[in-house]
């Protein structure tokens, strides 16, 4: 444990910082849960509906710096390719 004031404050404010991440990041997943469960229903609205709400949430991530860029790009590729495959 910190025993420096500043070392005990970054030590609490980076507990904090890492429990806001992970609601986060649990809030993307989901996001790509529901476009996969909505495809494999295999109505295609439904899937290009859930795929457009997930875009912008995949996209946040990026930019709050939670995901890297390609990581982003590659679910939004796969997700974007399954819902195109839909018939």
Known sequence: MAN??????RAEQSVQRRAHNMTLRSKMR???????????????T???A????????IDSMVNKGIVHKNTASRHKSRL????????
């Open 80 to 87: 974007s390719a399954l819902v195109k495959a839909l018939a």
């Open 30 to 44: 989901t996001a790509i849960k529901k476009v996969r469960a909505a495809a494999a229903t295999g109505i295609k």
């Open 50 to 57: 859930a795929f457009q709400a997930a875009v912008p949430v």
């Open 4 to 9: 420096i004031k500043s070392a005990i404050k």
């Open 46 to 48: 439904d899937a290009t």
